[in-house]
Nanobody
Framework: VQLQASGGGLVQAGGSLRLSCAAS????????MGWYRQPPGKERELVAA???????VYGDSVQGRFTISRDNTKHTVDLQMNSLKPEDTAVYYC??????????????WGQGTLVTVSS
């Protein structure tokens, strides 16, 4: 399975961006999917994750501003990011979890897409 992320870029604070991730290499799309990010000089952190049935979890810092969704027929997972802040600046990674549940861990990582939020 390969994950291809797109949609990153430069945006002003308060603006919006939508990231998209396409999974290829398998006819199945049962596993939980998610987005992680790594801000400059910091460790990777969970942004959001979603099961096949649509159960979602969010990191505390993005709750209420970001929305994760998935299309099980197109094998895509999107991240709508609103009210962006400079502290959202990071490389964002699409991930596939090892299983269908969110308690499993990410096992496949995409290449990352850079989001830069200017103040």
């Amino acid at each position: 399975v390969q994950l291809q992320a797109s949609g990153g870029g430069l945006v002003q604070a308060g603006g919006s961006l939508r990231l998209s991730c396409a999974a290829s290499g398998s006819s199945l799309f049962f596993n939980a999917m998610g987005w992680y990010r790594q801000p400059p000089g910091k460790e990777r952190e969970l942004v959001a994750a979603i099961t096949r049935s649509g159960t979602a979890v969010y990191g505390d810092s993005v709750q209420g501003r970001f929305t994760i969704s998935r299309d099980n027929t197109k094998h895509t997972v999107d991240l709508q990011m609103n009210s962006l802040k400079p502290e959202d600046t990071a490389v964002y990674y699409c991930v596939r979890y090892a299983g269908t549940l969110l308690k499993t861990t990410p096992s496949i990582w995409g290449q990352g897409t850079l989001v830069t939020v200017s103040s």
